[in-house]
């Protein structure tokens, strides 16, 4: 079975590292598109995976808007379709290469696996262009790969048969694993300023990023982590994000502040280790919600809704959205005490066995729909 596997982006890596290696072990012949949506965010990444890149997006990143980025990596997945004879292409989540890449088989009659499905807010803007992203996705899509029962019921409400959905849990969970097993305990960071960070203080790990926050709201986050590094107890560790308008906004109200450590982008392992040893999370990022129950930390989210309500329900999340004062105040009941304040419950996304179970019925699936078949 030939299978082409797309993605562009430092989360898509991360999902898609288990799919890929469970492929090459079920003696799928693979080939991966990149499109090199976050070229720096990716260092190391692929290698970590064990992933090959067999033909790369070109000149994508150069194109200014999101249609042309869009447009640039339909036309050269498509290019690739035509040229080889694929049972499946594979795309995770919401980014625009997989949107491109799932158009682009669906108008190649090439059947389109969706890791990671279902995944709804309700409102088309929010998350902006990622909800629209979803259900362009869906509709191009022969099997979904839902990782909840919320994310399986969307699916139904929208009409997909159930016999094309199957429920795996998500393979941010299978890759945690994996990674945490392979940086083990004594690890020491890669990045000699995540190495650096006391030990004498709580660790409060922030990530911010969002095209909707950028603006006021992201301002108000940050004037909340300013408030919080002044406690003293504290220390905030910020990665920062590459996009120059939230780079622009962290220099101005964190840059020259007391207990906050302004990163560099992180590389994967270390990331993970950063998670091991937080006491909580103030996030925006969609991925950090399925990955910080694996390690039992309630976060914060800077958002006002969630498509993984799951991590609510389950009690591992708040939404704050970028409230000031709800920020401030979830921060320090996190970090009152002498001990961090960990869940004992299983992780709402799943258990790390999602990646071999979407390769199994991949492998296994006899396709019968006139609608879906390979080119």
Known sequence: MRILVAFGTRPE???LGPVCKALQNAGAELDVFWSGQ???????????????????????VDEQGLAGKFGRMTEQVEKILRANSYDWIIVQGDTATAA???????????????????????????PFPEEFNRRLIGQATTLHFPPTHEARSNLIREGVPAKDIVMVGNTVVDALLYARAKIGTNYTPIDADVAALPTDKKLVLATMHRRENIGSPMRNVLRALRTLANDGDKVIALP?????????????????????HLLAPLQYPDFVYLLDH????????????????????QILITRESTERPEVVKAGFGKLVG?????????????????????????????????????????????LHNNHAHAA
């Open 38 to 60: 976050h070229i720096e965010l990716a260092a190391g990444l692929l290698d970590f995976f064990g992933i090959t890149v067999t033909h790369n997006g070109t000149n994508i």
């Open 100 to 126: 491109a890449a799932a158009t682009a088989g669906f108008m190649g009659r090439v059947p389109v696996a969706h890791v990671e499905a279902g995944l709804r807010t309700g409102d088309l803007y929010s």
């Open 240 to 260: 920062v994000h590459l996009n120059p308008e939230v780079r622009a906004d962290v220099m101005k109200y964190l840059g020259d502040a007391p207990n906050v």
């Open 13 to 15: 890596i991360i999902k």
């Open 278 to 297: 937080a006491w909580t999370v103030v996030t925006d990022s969609g991925g950090v919600q399925e990955e910080a129950p694996t390690f039992g930390l």
């Open 322 to 366: 970028s409230n000031y004062d709800a920020i401030v105040k979830g921060v320090r009941q996190l970090t009152a005490g002498d001990e961090r304040q960990l869940l004992d419950a299983p992780n709402p996304f799943g258990r790390g066995d999602a990646a071999e179970r979407i390769v199994a019925r991949i492998m296994h699936r006899k």
